[in-house]
């Protein structure tokens, strides 16, 4: 396994070609990175190098993240999305999802190494007490449990469907969401709608994700999108032109990047955040040429 | 975007959406409006998609002097696009979604293919004393979902106050509902008459909105039945995916699943 990666060390672009700007649309996603890199997984392809040592990105406090959901809310924000790190590992997880789920639909990102019995009961109350849908994704990257494990370590195939089935069992729909470490070729979303269904899920969900050059895999891939790039992209499709980050140290362009300095954005609100960014990362490629979003649809 | 305006206030009018080529559903929808006392009729878009033989839609519209907006799938057919613009990443869904795009492109009549093409993007007019906005998805995107779970107020007071509007008026997700805003202000999701809405029974569901002078805006939501297995056949007949016919016989969603909230997901069968 890599270490985690201390702050900044980031691959630069790789040349110096002018990156496109993106205008600002709306917010449509807060992200809120409540647990930092604070993990008990280590998974190979982590765009944070999250992990179980110390992290290099500390936890959220709960009072910031809170008034910055309460700030995304007032300005007509869509959807919040917990993520990390692993959220459950988060002390006060279970009050920030209610305080959430008070002003808007909010979905946890998870690999559900946490989510016993009881805390899928906690979460199934939550959600049938809600105003609006509470989402719970489970992170597992192939339907293989020896070829999963090696990407995310021992147990955390058996782990993660364990608690899939827990939630399913409870009412709640879990989704999972997958890494497409693959190719094109190997139907990974039908194999793991396949898994889904052996494993007794009924309504099967699955959430694709590409791999980002970012984290333990910088310096693999990825590059500047380019102004002639943006000719043939309608811009809406990227998500930093609707969503931003929250994590320990401000408000960062977009969740694959939240944490990294370079990637923050300034001023002293999340209303001042909502301006236009630069492409200018090796990540922003990836988004460009696959048109993915980390939300749920 | 165009926006046309009505010239007057309305008191009582009848708003559906997603026909999806359902000519059975339009037809007994339109006769339930007659006997309802309206001053109009609107469709919010989605001509096409899902049933059989798109073109007989568009005369019982243009006879009946419904006032359409353009919905995805409509400018889609009409620009001639790859897709409708759905953006499904399930392949099973793709796949659904492919076949029925493909099959109402091939026949679609290249003038109702520009008709389509000259429909407005929005509809403004007066309800009463309140301004309501007309759209397909959401009043900032033609293709946006707009769920009763994932609607939080916070979304719903901005949609109203960048629309300048006290009642805004949508369709594309396949499922009604209403959300009166603590300001009074309401936003109304009003269903679709192509398809069923999911709930295990055939019946599909239009919006009569009535703005009585001193009154808190009425909105209604009407069941209609229609003749659903006379279209099923034409479904197998024309060789539609025989899970299309299965939700029309039945209620419950077979396909394109992936866009549904966890909340509306669980309500169904699949």
């Known amino acids: 396994m890599d270490a985690p990666a201390p702050a900044g060390r980031l691959t630069p672009a790789p040349s110096a070609a002018p990156a496109a700007t993106v205008a600002f649309r709306h917010l449509t996603a807060l992200w809120v990175q409540i647990t930092g890199t604070l993990c008990n997984l280590q998974c190979v392809h982590c765009i944070n190098a999250s992990g179980p040592r110390e992290p290099w990105l500390a936890p959220l406090d709960a009072d910031t993240a809170r008034r910055y959901i309460a700030e995304a809310a007032a300005l007509g924000v869509k959807e919040v999305y917990f993520t990390g790190g692993e959220p459950f590992l988060h002390a006060e997880i279970l009050p920030l999802l209610a305080f959430s789920l008070e002003r808007a639909p909010t979905t946890v990102l998870t690999n559900g190494t946490l989510i016993d019995d009881a805390m899928a009961g906690a979460l199934a109350a939550l959600a049938a007490g809600a105003r609006y849908s509470l989402e719970i994704r489970v992170s597992l990257d192939d339907p293989d449990a020896a070829r999963n494990d090696a990407i995310r370590g021992p147990g955390a195939h058996r782990r993660a469907l364990a608690a899939i089935r827990r939630l399913d069992a409870h009412g709640l729909l879990p989704i999972l969401t997958a890494t497409d470490v693959g190719t094109a070729a190997d139907d990974r979303y039908g194999r793991l709608r396949d898994l889904l269904l052996a494993s007794g899920v009924r309504k099967p969900r699955v959430k694709m994700l590409p791999v980002f050059p970012v984290g333990r895999m910088a310096g693999r891939g990825g590059g500047v999108v380019t102004p002639e790039m943006m000719e043939s992209v309608e811009p809406s499709r990227l998500q930093c032109s609707e969503s931003r980050a929250v994590a320990t140290g401000g408000v960062y362009v977009c969740p694959i990047l939240s944490g990294f300095p370079e990637a923050r954005m300034d001023g002293a609100t999340l209303a001042d955040t909502l301006v236009p960014n630069r492409l200018d990362h090796p990540a922003c490629l990836v988004c460009w040429q696959t048109g993915s979003s980390c939300r749920n649809a | ?270």
């Open chain 2, 1 to 270: 975007m165009s926006t046309l305006t009505e010239p007057r206030a309305l008191r009582r009018v009848a708003v559906f959406g997603g026909v999806y080529s359902n000519a059975h559903a339009l037809a007994a929808t339109l006769e339930d409006v007659r006997r309802r006392d309206v001053d109009a009729a609107f469709c919010l878009g989605d001509l096409g998609g899902f049933g059989p033989h798109p073109d007989r839609v568009f005369p019982v519209l243009k006879a009946a002097g419904v006032r359409v907006i353009q919905g995805n799938y409509d400018q889609a057919i009409a620009l001639g696009h790859a897709d409708c613009g759905c953006g499904y990443t399930d392949p099973r869904d793709n796949h659904y979604a492919q076949i029925s795009y493909a099959y109402t492109l091939a026949r679609t009549s290249s003038e109702h293919r520009r008709w389509m093409g000259a429909l407005p993007a929005h509809r403004r007019l007066r309800l009463g004393e309140a301004e309501a906005l007309l759209c397909h998805g959401s009043p900032r995107a033609i293709a946006e979902f707009l769920w009763e779970s994932t609607t939080p107020d916070g979304l719903a007071a901005r949609l109203c106050d960048d629309a300048r509007a006290q009642v805004i008026l949508c369709t594309h997700s396949g499922i009604k509902w209403h959300r009166r805003l603590p300001d009074g202000r309401h936003l109304v999701n009003v269903g679709v008459i192509g398809r069923p809405e999911n709930d295990g029974t055939p019946r599909v569901w239009y919006t009569l909105l009535t703005a009585e002078p001193g009154l808190e805006l009425d909105v209604e939501f009407v069941p209609v039945h229609y003749d659903h297995e006379t279209l099923a056949k034409e479904m197998e007949a024309e060789a539609l995916p025989p899970e299309f016919a299965e939700t029309v016989r039945t209620g419950w969603w077979t396909t394109c699943l992936e866009v549904l909230p966890g909340r509306e997901r669980a309500r169904g069968r699949f």
